[in-house]
T-cell receptor, first 113, second 113 residues
Framework: DGGITQSPKYLFRKEGQNVTLSCEQNLNHDAMYWYRQDPGQGLRLIYYSQIVNDFQKGDIAEGYSVSREKKESFPLTVTSAQKNPTAFYLC????????????FGPGTRLTVT | AQSVTQLGSHVSVSEGALVLLRCNYSSSVPPYLFWYVQYPNQGLQLLLKYTTGATLVKGINGFEAEFKKSETSFHLTKPSAHMSDAAEYFCAVSVVTGNQFYFGTGTSLTVIP
């Protein structure tokens, strides 16, 4: 079955540690996205990539980094510079082009204490 | 710039009653419009989308939405609510000149038996 996988489902880290969230898709989509979701704030775009080896900052990129070395993979690193990293993180992919819907993974809930 | 406003962060309806979730957008160019549903601790699932053509769009699970350009609205409706409709609903907009989605802050739907 085609889809997007995110692992792990739940992740716990100590403050000051970097952590990498995995996102893999087998839909053959060119575009991939990372969102952060907090209660009452909807989805906010962190980074997106339209093609391999290229990515752009979204609205809240500070404290995050990404790579896009393969079409199928778009890992997100939450660095220690992110002041409030506890959140639900969603990865999505789509055919390149703004008329196409985004397909979402199941999400990773990150808790930093 | 594009933006989305969802009026009513919480909506409650009785089982069997009409569901109406409101979405207004702001865009200086023709928009593409989407409705997504999210169940607790899961990713988002596409309900329906409007790109071009017929302004009344039908989606999954009996939902439909109508694009009204004069009112800059894309309200989501369902004639008869079911208990399984209880979830968070997000409206999103993208435009032909861009490569991002802009999400509303979401509406939590409660269905009362």
């Amino acid at each position: 079955d085609g889809g997007i996988t995110q692992s792990p489902k739940y992740l716990f880290r100590k403050e000051g540690q970097n952590v990498t969230l995995s996102c893999e898709q087998n839909l053959n989509h060119d575009a991939m996205y990372w969102y952060r979701q907090d209660p009452g704030q909807g989805l906010r775009l962190i980074y997106y990539s339209q093609i391999v080896n290229d990515f752009q900052k979204g609205d809240i990129a500070e404290g995050y980094s990404v790579s896009r070395e393969k079409k199928e993979s778009f890992p997100l690193t939450v660095t220690s510079a992110q002041k409030n990293p506890t959140a639900f993180y969603l990865c999505a992919s789509s055919i390149a082009g703004s008329s196409y819907e985004q397909y979402f993974g199941p999400g990773t809930r990150l808790t930093v204490t | 710039a594009q933006s989305v406003t969802q009026l009513g962060s919480h909506v409650s309806v009785s089982e069997g009653a009409l569901v109406l979730l409101r979405c207004n957008y702001s865009s200086s160019v023709p928009p593409y419009l989407f409705w997504y549903v999210q169940y607790p601790n899961q990713g988002l699932q596409l309900l329906l989308k409007y790109t071009t053509g017929a302004t009344l769009v039908k989606g999954i699970n009996g939902f439909e939405a109508e694009f009204k350009k004069s009112e800059t609205s894309f309200h989501l409706t369902k004639p008869s609510a079911h208990m399984s409709d209880a979830a968070e609903y997000f409206c999103a907009v993208s435009v032909v000149t861009g490569n991002q989605f802009y999400f509303g802050t979401g509406t939590s739907l409660t269905v009362i038996p």
